[in-house]
């Protein structure tokens, strides 16, 4: 088959996410064409990705989150309030993502979540299947468990959530742990995607904390439990602009600019992780059995962090309490089960892949389907 990715840009996650498929179709027979990636303003495409992708990528303007004014969690009222404002420009990159499924005579479309591929198959109705990735479709699954929270963000999660797959023949939802599939919300349960590098490389026990925030405004916090605590070896990584590959604070704190290989190193010999929760690094931290702490940076990451800690993976926290991180690494097992659920990838990736391939598009959705949006606990609201 001929396949074109659509990549939502925001992060890490579903670029690494979009790699390993790369990799994991060609070794199955297949061909990515081209690669289409959702950018901001406040970010910038990691340089791993340009250097691990094997094909053409070509990038547009996509919808993303705002941070508040201390660049830590993220503003929903003013990224909604921005990206309206927007409008006009993600019209245009609409337009391109159709241009582009045409040109390049795709047989299938794999989207990793961006918003602006399912209002392209809302609006134009492409006739190319397509399939949908990510974590973030097992919210739309009936047995998964939702933290307490608000439910009006839990609400916009899910409907953001199922506007990204509209059109789509299967929804892909990368999990922590093996689930029932649900046929009547069309999600697939599959293990992460990670990569090769990870799956190769060993851990072992190191003296130092391991580190990852998404926005780069936490970095004071770190400072701030790092002065406190000077002794303590810190090493993490941002994207914060204006800032060199390496800000080496101290002999003991140490900032870095997101690099794939020098990040997964650093992950391997850690003593334990702390991060902003995005589902591909924790899923990383498991598979090399390493404990976390969680700092979600928004509602879809209080929803993974919830879920990695239900399964023992981490603790929770509200700001980089790494003292608490410590506490916990000195109690935590790793689970044998979660390495064995990731050996399961290929075949279950790619059985749901090509059956989806073979299915002609249909494009209808109900009015009502905003009802299907919340949790059952919240269908009141």
């Given at each position: 088959?001929?396949?074109?990715?659509?990549?939502?840009?925001?992060g890490?996650?579903?670029?690494t996410?979009?790699i390993?498929?790369?990799?994991?179709?060609?070794?199955?027979?297949?061909?990515?064409?081209?690669?289409?990636?959702?950018?901001?303003?406040?970010?910038?495409?990691?340089?791993?990705?340009?250097?691990?992708?094997?094909?053409?990528?070509?990038?547009?303007?996509?919808?993303?989150?705002?941070?508040?004014?201390?660049?830590?969690?993220?503003?929903?009222?003013?990224?909604?309030?921005?990206?309206?404002?927007?409008?006009?420009?993600?019209?245009?990159?609409?337009?391109?993502?159709?241009?582009?499924?045409?040109?390049?005579?795709?047989?299938?479309?794999?989207?990793?979540?961006?918003?602006?591929?399912?209002?392209?198959?809302l609006?134009?109705?492409?006739?190319?299947?397509?399939?949908?990735?990510?974590?973030?479709?097992?919210?739309?699954?009936?047995?998964?468990?939702?933290?307490?929270?608000?439910?009006?963000?839990?609400?916009?999660?899910?409907?953001?959530?199922?506007?990204?797959?509209i059109?789509?023949?299967?929804?892909?939802?990368?999990?922590?742990?093996?689930?029932?599939?649900?046929?009547?919300?069309?999600?697939?349960?599959?293990?992460?995607?990670?990569?090769?590098?990870?799956?190769?490389?060993?851990?072992?026990?190191?003296?130092?904390?391991h580190?990852?925030?998404?926005?780069?405004?936490?970095?004071?916090?770190?400072?701030?439990?790092?002065?406190?605590?000077?002794?303590?070896?810190?090493?993490?990584?941002?994207?914060?602009?204006?800032?060199?590959?390496?800000?080496?604070?101290?002999?003991?704190?140490?900032?870095?600019?997101?690099?794939?290989?020098?990040?997964l190193?650093?992950?391997?010999?850690?003593?334990?992780?702390?991060?902003?929760?995005?589902?591909e690094?924790?899923?990383?931290a498991?598979?090399?059995?390493?404990?976390i702490?969680?700092?979600?940076?928004?509602?879809?990451q209080?929803?993974?962090?919830y879920?990695?800690?239900?399964?023992?993976?981490?603790?929770?926290?509200?700001?980089?309490?790494?003292?608490?991180?410590?506490d916990?690494?000195a109690?935590?097992t790793?689970?044998?089960?979660?390495?064995?659920?990731?050996?399961?990838?290929?075949?279950?990736?790619?059985s749901?892949?090509?059956?989806?391939?073979?299915?002609?598009?249909?494009?209808?959705?109900?009015?009502a389907?905003?009802?299907?949006?919340?949790?059952?606990?919240?269908?009141?609201v």
């Amino acid at each position: 088959m001929r396949i074109l990715f659509i990549v939502q840009g925001e992060g890490r996650g579903h670029l690494t996410q979009a790699i390993t498929m790369e990799a994991m179709l060609r070794r199955n027979g297949h061909e990515v064409v081209e690669v289409l990636v959702g950018k901001s303003g406040a970010r910038s495409l990691p340089d791993f990705f340009s250097r691990s992708m094997n094909t053409e990528i070509k990038l547009f303007d996509s919808p993303n989150f705002l941070p508040t004014p201390s660049n830590k969690r993220s503003n929903l009222t003013r990224s909604v309030a921005y990206n309206i404002f927007k409008t006009p420009t993600y019209l245009k990159s609409i337009l391109f993502i159709r241009r582009r499924i045409m040109q390049t005579k795709a047989d299938l479309v794999i989207n990793f979540y961006e918003l602006l591929t399912g209002l392209t198959y809302l609006l134009f109705r492409p006739q190319v299947p397509q399939v949908s990735i990510g974590h973030q479709y097992l919210f739309l699954h009936d047995g998964f468990e939702f933290p307490k929270g608000s439910p009006v963000s839990l609400f916009f999660l899910r409907m953001f959530t199922r506007i990204t797959c509209i059109g789509a023949q299967d929804k892909l939802a990368l999990s922590f742990r093996n689930m029932p599939d649900d046929r009547e919300s069309g999600v697939s349960v599959v293990p992460p995607l990670l990569r090769r590098d990870v799956l190769d490389t060993k851990a072992v026990a190191g003296d130092y904390l391991h580190g990852y925030m998404v926005n780069a405004g936490f970095g004071e916090s770190i400072n701030r439990w790092h002065r406190n605590h000077p002794d303590v070896p810190l090493n993490f990584f941002w994207d914060k602009k204006g800032v060199g590959k390496v800000y080496k604070v101290d002999r003991n704190l140490t900032f870095n600019q997101i690099d794939d290989k020098a990040f997964l190193k650093s992950l391997a010999g850690c003593r334990a992780y702390a991060t902003t929760a995005g589902f591909e690094s924790v899923c990383e931290a498991m598979y090399l059995g390493k404990p976390i702490l969680m700092v979600p940076a928004h509602i879809e990451q209080d929803c993974n962090a919830y879920d990695a800690s239900r399964c023992g993976a981490g603790i929770v926290c509200r700001d980089f309490d790494l003292g608490r991180l410590l506490d916990f690494s000195a109690e935590y097992t790793p689970d044998p089960e979660f390495r064995h659920w990731v050996s399961c990838c290929s075949v279950r990736m790619m059985s749901r892949i090509e059956r989806a391939a073979t299915v002609v598009p249909e494009h209808h959705m109900s009015l009502a389907f905003l009802f299907s949006l919340l949790p059952s606990r919240y269908a009141g609201v």
